[in-house]
């Protein structure tokens, strides 16, 4: 059957207007941003009050013994700490799709709205299609909106340093306009696939949100010392998130296949 984009969006629709009666959900998606944008902030702030605390020109030497004496010990943390902030900023765009997704299949099957849509004449590339735009169009408008924040918020508490704006810088730009999509519908494909094998939404949610996990560690590593994360570095990992996200889209729509559904669930 071919495929129809308006039945797509049709999906799209129907789950985005169901979204906006869900305030249990809309306040989860708002909470990490809110955390992923406050956290850094007060951390650069921190280091902006006091530029000339003793206290900071260690805390640098332990991350880069080679620091040169007259270079200001803020100025390097305050970009370290953006630098490794990155990674956990991608968290986000993994994670809210997550949400969603799960809420869009696995919720639909607890609240007995599937059958009907399984019913139509919807094809299961356009389920997948529609689903996926519900969860993607959100997660990635919301993290334009919490890096707009962030670049607002760091470049005000940082101004004091007199070294001109800090935010937005390339990496970061790189990261929202093309790691920030890839990952969404990395956490979507997880979600979706996870809830179509799963009786309801909280097991799904629970479930996929076990991806982020790896992220976090390398985080963890990077704050640690014991990983230099740099442009490539991070250009590796949307190599390898988008082809992830290939194999998660073609799994997805031989998983959400009308007469595959209907009859596991009849």
């Not at 306040?27 to 605390?53: E, K, Q």
């Not at 993607?136 to 101004?159: E, K, N």
Request: charged fraction near 15%.
């Amino acid at each position: 059957m071919a495929f129809r984009p308006r039945r797509a969006l049709a999906v799209f629709w129907k789950d985005f207007l169901d979204l906006r009666r869900n305030p249990s959900l809309l306040l989860a998606m708002a909470a990490l941003p809110m955390v992923l944008v406050v956290v850094p902030i007060g951390v650069v702030w921190t280091y902006v009050h006091n530029p000339d605390d003793p206290g900071l020109r260690v805390v640098a030497l332990y991350y880069n013994p080679g620091l040169p004496l007259g270079a200001s010990a803020a100025r390097y943390l305050v970009e370290r700490t953006l630098l490794d902030w990155f990674g956990m900023f991608l968290v986000m765009p993994v994670f809210v799709p997550i949400l969603i997704s799960s809420q869009s299949v696995a919720g639909e099957k607890e609240r007995r709205t599937l059958e009907p849509l399984l019913a139509s004449p919807v094809t299961a590339a356009e389920l997948v299609m529609g689903k996926s735009l519900a969860s993607l169009v959100p997660a990635v408008i919301i993290t334009w909106v919490a890096f707009a924040l962030l670049c607002v918020g760091v470049d005000v508490v940082s101004w004091p340093l007199g070294e001109g704006l800090m935010m937005p810088n390339a990496l970061w730009l790189f990261g929202v306009l093309v790691l920030a999509p890839l990952f969404a519908f990395f956490g979507n494909g997880v979600a979706v696939l996870i809830s179509a094998r799963v009786a309801d939404a909280r097991t799904a949610q629970q479930l996929s949100a076990l991806v982020v996990l790896p992220l976090v560690g390398l985080v963890a590593g990077q704050v640690a010392g014991f990983l230099t994360a740099g442009a490539a570095y991070y250009a590796l990992q949307g190599a390898v998130v988008l082809l992830l996200d290939a194999g998660l889209l073609w799994a997805s729509i031989r998983l959400l296949d009308r007469e595959r559904l209907l009859s596991r669930w009849g």
